[in-house]
């Protein structure tokens, strides 16, 4: 054996010697023989070392004691310091090209590694570069492992599509009598089931556990398909099946005594407290996940309690276990406990989130952590009823908060101090940023293998820039009071959470919490809502013509089921923090009580009540922003390169703003990507009347401007944003939902690089409508410098306008453009029309003629004057 104090003077010695490579062999050799003991020893060995490694032995010495410090954190539940350490490994390898198996020894467990975080995106960047070296040296198995590795990622992510065909791929590349040929089984089990093939499921599970118990050194993967097969036997609730198979997978992982399966067995652990609980057996169900968290967290003890927030660490699987013994304890009735459970593992959810580099894997989590957030709700709910203690009303402000923009936070911060900071880390992530978007954009004119390819690489660039220098996202840690000391006097604040068993919303002013009212059933109310707008306002306005009291009675329900109950000041203007479907509605022109009648004008919109300004989160946008904006660039698109069609509209909007503004303004041809650019870069104020579009699946919000496009993924590459955004284009506020975030439309991208205020549309804009309410709208902003009370005003006036036609008043025509974000201050520079003009060059002329024709008449007396006399005096 071992002695530490040998071994330091046998390490002493080889230094003297200078022989780095032994030095490092015998750290490494010594930490080996106890891992767990050694590990800080081994850790130690950068603090030791005398000089960096000068040759390529040398080099290739030190990257394998990184990958055994990244491979004996990993074995110590040290996850993110196991991938730290990879990623030192994967750098070290990339700078030095040294002659190793990286995908073997770095590639395919840090894609792992990924995985078990949820950082899904790097993992599958990883797991592709290490298949393609595999292909590449034809090394079969390696290629099968990885591609089951990759269907691990795209199955969490929901790609099964993506998942089923890269286990299928992997099944070509072995053998029936192989033992990846089980695992693949297994995992193509997971994916069969997800698709709710249990049947399928079942066959294949049964092939994997058949092909496993036939190999040696395969009891981890023999236990996890064996999981998996009790996993449906929960689902189909056979209790005492999933039962029997929970037990073997647990002997089984017992028994592997080559490595520590610390996560696998508490997973299971958490899977076993479910089945118990739903047999009506809580002391089993408790015992079971307590023996999860002692597995998971060292210091903590099988106990009724929950451990503490500060034993909390990034993993998954402590997340589960966490929600599952508050779920225990909420079935028993005891909620207080049960809240706190739930508490801690939305802040694990929070822990996970902060190192995460790719928004894809910030929304996945953010989807899953609403689900917690929901819980948590519904049990301080419970309790504010029960106690009517203030801290569970708070609670649920804070955690409603906490499911809104996130990313979008994440993306304001991140652009305000790569802005502000001199660090060269963020010039490299702007330049590499401005690459991407680059690539981007040719992707979408051709896209090929190659672009897509670097398209990735610098993803990943940076994605590790961010990791390396630590550029973490942004902690939302802030609570009810300080939330509410930002709201303004003489103003209400409705905050929405849509749960999938209830709504929740939450009525707050600067004097505190008011009222939170529940919208019981809410899976019918989303249903309801979407048929009502699917219905009025999706495909255009026949719908409400052609009926309108269905309109109208369909509206007022909708109002009614929102508004009756909540106590609004009458006098207080209105902010909405939106949430699920309640993202889509304009609540300007819901109907609010009243019987029918013909006479839409005098309809009671809620827009004649309230003044209403729309927030992504009640924190981002809830000061008033004291900036006054005032020089404006216009964009006007009445046709573009490619258009066969001319919008008149278009060109009223122009030639109206013209006579009201002073600034900027580009019409077709000159309406550039160049001049928009650089009009982004230096203008208060952008107007944009064009064409805008989201692809099918709602992924793509484009800006159509005369000869290019304009990307919402462009939106942060200008190092000055416009305080104030104008878009006259048809849903520019629409776009993809993302559950715990909100809609990604191409409006929210603006509010995201620094916007304080954005006018965008919910549903196509009738081009009438859109172009007058706006000239309205800049007319009344000349006087009270409110962009949202000169929208409402605009609004107003146009219902109101007895010009138009009866069914102009109808919301569809004026209600699509709402103002989201903060209160603004802007003053015109107001242009000079041409009636001021004439005036001045009349009186010029004037004054110039008057002065011409004295000069002349004084030219002529004084001509006169000096003339000599030629009369002849004749004498007397």
Same mark, same amino acid.
């Given at each position: 054996?071992?002695?530490?104090? =040998? /071994?330091?003077?046998?390490?002493?010695?080889?230094?003297?010697?200078?022989?780095?490579?032994?030095?490092?062999?015998? @750290?490494?050799?010594?930490?080996?023989?106890?891992?767990?003991?050694?590990?800080?020893?081994?850790?130690?060995?950068?603090?030791?070392?005398?000089?960096?490694?000068?040759?390529?032995?040398?080099?290739?010495?030190?990257?394998?004691?990184?990958?055994?410090?990244?491979?004996?954190?990993?074995?110590?539940?040290?996850?993110?310091?196991?991938?730290?350490?990879?990623?030192?490994?994967?750098?070290?390898?990339?700078?030095?090209?040294?002659?190793?198996?990286?995908?073997?020894?770095?590639?395919?467990?840090?894609?792992?590694?990924?995985?078990?975080?949820?950082? +899904?995106?790097?993992?599958?960047? &990883?797991?592709?570069? =290490?298949?393609?070296?595999?292909?590449?040296?034809?090394?079969?198995?390696?290629?099968?492992?990885? +591609?089951?590795?990759?269907?691990?990622?795209?199955?969490?992510?929901?790609?099964?599509?993506?998942?089923?065909? !890269?286990?299928?791929?992997?099944?070509?590349?072995?053998?029936?009598?192989?033992?990846?040929?089980?695992?693949?089984?297994?995992?193509?089990?997971?994916?069969?089931?997800?698709?709710?093939?249990?049947?399928?499921?079942?066959?294949?599970?049964?092939?994997?556990?058949?092909?496993?118990?036939?190999?040696?050194?395969?009891?981890?993967?023999?236990?996890?398909?064996?999981? *998996?097969?009790?996993?449906?036997?929960?689902?189909?609730?056979?209790?005492?099946?999933?039962?029997?198979?929970?037990?073997?997978?647990?002997?089984?992982?017992?028994?592997?005594?080559?490595?520590?399966?610390?996560?696998?067995?508490?997973?299971? +652990?958490?899977?076993? =407290?479910?089945?118990?609980?739903?047999?009506?057996?809580?002391?089993?169900?408790?015992?079971? /996940?307590?023996?999860?968290?002692?597995?998971?967290?060292?210091?903590?003890?099988?106990?009724?309690?929950?451990?503490?927030?500060?034993?909390?660490?990034?993993?998954?699987?402590?997340?589960?276990?966490?929600?599952?013994?508050?779920?225990?304890?909420?079935?028993?009735?005891?909620?207080?406990?049960?809240?706190?459970?739930?508490?801690?593992?939305?802040?694990?959810?929070?822990?996970? %989130?902060?190192?995460?580099?790719?928004?894809?894997?910030?929304?996945?989590?953010?989807?899953?952590?609403?689900?917690?957030?929901?819980?948590?709700?519904?049990?301080?709910?419970?309790?504010?009823?029960?106690?009517?203690?203030?801290?569970?009303?708070?609670?649920?402000?804070?955690?409603?908060?906490?499911?809104?923009?996130?990313?979008?936070?994440?993306?304001?911060?991140?652009?305000?101090?790569?802005?502000?900071?001199?660090?060269?880390?963020?010039?490299?992530?702007?330049?590499?940023?401005?690459?991407?978007?680059?690539?981007?954009?040719?992707?979408?004119?051709?896209?090929?293998?190659?672009?897509? $390819?670097?398209?990735?690489?610098?993803?990943?660039?940076?994605?590790?820039?961010?990791?390396?220098?630590?550029?973490?996202?942004?902690?939302?840690?802030?609570?009810?009071?300080?939330?509410?000391?930002?709201?303004?006097?003489?103003?209400?604040?409705?905050?929405?959470?849509?749960?999938?068993?209830?709504?929740?919303?939450?009525?707050?002013?600067?004097?505190?919490?008011?009222?939170?009212?529940? *919208?019981?059933?809410?899976?019918?109310?989303? !249903?309801?809502?979407?048929?009502?707008?699917?219905?009025?306002?999706?495909?255009?306005?026949?719908?409400?013509?052609?009926?309108?009291?269905?309109?109208?009675?369909?509206?007022? @329900?909708?109002?009614?089921?929102?508004?009756?109950?909540?106590?609004?000041?009458?006098?207080?203007?209105?902010?909405?923090?939106?949430?699920?479907?309640?993202?889509?509605?304009?609540?300007?022109?819901?109907?609010?009580?009243?019987?029918?009648?013909?006479?839409?004008?005098?309809?009671?919109?809620?827009?004649?009540?309230?003044?209403?300004?729309?927030?992504?989160?009640?924190?981002?946008?809830?000061?008033?922003?004291?900036?006054?904006?005032?020089?404006?660039?216009?964009?006007?698109? !009445?046709?573009?390169?490619?258009?066969?069609?001319?919008?008149?509209?278009?060109?009223?909007?122009?030639?109206?703003?013209?006579? &009201? *503004?002073?600034?900027?303004?580009?019409?077709?041809?000159?309406?550039?990507?160049?001049?928009?650019?650089? $009009?982004?870069?230096?203008?208060?104020?952008?107007?944009?009347?064009?064409?805008?579009?989201?692809?099918?699946?709602?992924?793509?919000?484009?800006?159509?401007?005369?000869?290019?496009?304009?990307?919402?993924?462009?939106?942060?590459?200008?190092?000055?944003?416009?305080?104030?955004?104008?878009?006259?284009?048809?849903?520019?506020?629409?776009?993809? +939902?993302?559950?715990?975030?909100?809609?990604? !439309?191409?409006?929210?991208?603006?509010?995201?690089?620094?916007?304080?205020?954005?006018?965008?549309?919910?549903?196509?804009?009738?081009?009438?409508?859109?172009?007058? /309410?706006?000239?309205?709208?800049?007319?009344?902003?000349?006087?009270?410098?409110?962009?949202?009370? =000169?929208? @409402?005003?605009?609004?107003?006036?146009?219902?109101?306008?007895?010009?138009?036609?009866?069914?102009?008043?109808?919301?569809?025509?004026?209600?699509?453009?709402?103002?989201?974000?903060?209160?603004?201050?802007?003053?015109?520079? %107001?242009?000079?029309?041409?009636?001021?003009?004439?005036?001045?060059?009349?009186?010029?002329? /004037?004054?110039? *003629?008057?002065?011409?024709?004295? %000069?002349?008449?004084?030219?002529?007396?004084?001509?006169?004057?000096?003339?000599?006399?030629?009369?002849?005096?004749? $004498?007397?």
């Amino acid at each position: 054996m071992f002695c530490k104090a =040998s /071994v330091n003077e046998d390490l002493e010695k080889l230094r003297k010697k200078d022989n780095l490579i032994d030095w490092i062999d015998l @750290r490494i050799t010594y930490a080996i023989k106890d891992p767990q003991k050694n590990l800080d020893f081994l850790l130690d060995s950068e603090k030791q070392l005398w000089r960096k490694p000068q040759n390529a032995e040398e080099q290739t010495a030190w990257l394998y004691l990184l990958i055994n410090e990244a491979y004996y954190l990993l074995n110590s539940s040290n996850i993110t310091q196991s991938i730290n350490k990879y990623e030192e490994a994967y750098d070290y390898f990339l700078k030095h090209q040294l002659n190793i198996d990286v995908e073997e020894f770095i590639l395919k467990p840090l894609g792992n590694n990924y995985t078990r975080i949820g950082d +899904y995106e790097r993992a599958v960047f &990883i797991l592709n570069k =290490s298949l393609a070296l595999a292909k590449n040296e034809k090394r079969d198995t390696i290629t099968a492992s990885i +591609y089951n590795n990759l269907a691990i990622s795209y199955r969490t992510q929901q790609n099964l599509d993506k998942a089923l065909f !890269s286990v299928k791929q992997g099944l070509n590349y072995c053998k029936p009598n192989n033992r990846i040929y089980g695992i693949l089984y297994a995992t193509y089990t997971d994916i069969l089931f997800d698709l709710q093939q249990e049947d399928e499921a079942l066959k294949t599970a049964k092939v994997a556990i058949h092909t496993l118990e036939k190999k040696q050194n395969t009891l981890h993967w023999l236990a996890s398909a064996k999981t *998996i097969m009790a996993n449906i036997y929960l689902h189909q609730k056979k209790l005492k099946e999933a039962s029997i198979f929970y037990d073997k997978a647990v002997v089984l992982l017992k028994k592997d005594i080559h490595s520590s399966r610390k996560r696998e067995l508490a997973y299971i +652990y958490t899977q076993k =407290s479910i089945l118990n609980n739903l047999k009506n057996d809580p002391k089993s169900a408790l015992n079971d /996940v307590d023996q999860a968290l002692s597995l998971l967290i060292e210091e903590y003890k099988v106990t009724n309690t929950f451990p503490t927030k500060q034993q909390l660490y990034p993993e998954n699987r402590l997340q589960l276990a966490l929600y599952q013994k508050a779920t225990v304890l909420s079935d028993l009735g005891r909620y207080g406990e049960a809240l706190n459970g739930y508490k801690l593992a939305f802040e694990t959810s929070e822990q996970l %989130r902060s190192d995460y580099t790719y928004n894809s894997s910030k929304k996945k989590l953010q989807d899953e952590a609403k689900d917690i957030a929901e819980k948590i709700i519904e049990t301080s709910y419970l309790l504010w009823q029960r106690t009517n203690k203030k801290i569970y009303s708070e609670t649920i402000l804070e955690i409603s908060e906490k499911t809104k923009g996130r990313i979008l936070l994440d993306d304001l911060m991140a652009r305000q101090e790569k802005i502000a900071s001199s660090n060269k880390t963020y010039a490299d992530i702007i330049n590499l940023e401005k690459n991407l978007a680059y690539l981007e954009k040719q992707k979408r004119v051709k896209s090929n293998k190659e672009i897509e $390819s670097k398209i990735e690489d610098l993803r990943f660039q940076i994605s590790s820039l961010k990791k390396n220098k630590n550029i973490s996202n942004y902690s939302l840690d802030i609570s009810a009071q300080e939330m509410i000391s930002k709201i303004p006097d003489q103003t209400d604040v409705i905050i929405f959470f849509v749960g999938k068993k209830k709504i929740y919303c939450c009525y707050v002013t600067n004097k505190g919490i008011q009222q939170i009212k529940t *919208i019981t059933n809410a899976s019918q109310f989303e !249903s309801e809502t979407l048929g009502f707008l699917d219905s009025f306002y999706f495909h255009g306005p026949q719908n409400m013509i052609n009926s309108p009291k269905s309109f109208y009675s369909a509206s007022q @329900r909708l109002s009614q089921t929102i508004f009756k109950d909540l106590n609004l000041n009458n006098n207080h203007q209105l902010w909405i923090v939106k949430d699920g479907i309640l993202n889509f509605i304009s609540f300007d022109g819901l109907i609010m009580s009243g019987e029918f009648n013909n006479q839409i004008r005098n309809w009671p919109f809620l827009i004649k009540q309230k003044s209403i300004t729309y927030k992504y989160s009640l924190f981002q946008f809830a000061e008033a922003q004291d900036k006054t904006v005032k020089s404006f660039s216009g964009f006007f698109l !009445s046709n573009t390169e490619n258009g066969s069609i001319e919008i008149p509209s278009v060109n009223l909007e122009y030639t109206k703003l013209k006579q &009201i *503004i002073s600034g900027n303004f580009y019409k077709n041809e000159r309406a550039t990507l160049t001049n928009f650019k650089e $009009s982004l870069n230096e203008s208060d104020i952008i107007h944009i009347s064009s064409h805008a579009y989201v692809g099918e699946n709602k992924d793509e919000p484009v800006l159509e401007l005369f000869k290019d496009k304009f990307y919402m993924f462009e939106t942060g590459l200008s190092a000055h944003i416009p305080s104030l955004v104008i878009l006259n284009a048809c849903q520019t506020a629409d776009g993809k +939902y993302i559950n715990g975030e909100g809609v990604e !439309s191409l409006g929210r991208s603006f509010l995201a690089t620094g916007s304080h205020g954005v006018i965008s549309s919910l549903w196509p804009v009738n081009d009438e409508s859109g172009a007058n /309410v706006l000239i309205s709208f800049y007319q009344h902003l000349e006087t009270n410098n409110s962009p949202q009370q =000169s929208l @409402r005003l605009a609004k107003l006036e146009w219902i109101n306008n007895l010009e138009n036609p009866k069914i102009m008043a109808l919301p569809y025509y004026w209600d699509s453009l709402v103002y989201t974000g903060s209160d603004l201050q802007v003053n015109l520079n %107001r242009a000079f029309g041409w009636m001021p003009y004439t005036l001045i060059l009349a009186c010029v002329t /004037v004054i110039i *003629i008057s002065y011409l024709l004295r %000069r002349n008449l004084i030219k002529q007396k004084i001509k006169n004057h000096n003339q000599p006399n030629n009369t002849t005096n004749k $004498s007397i």
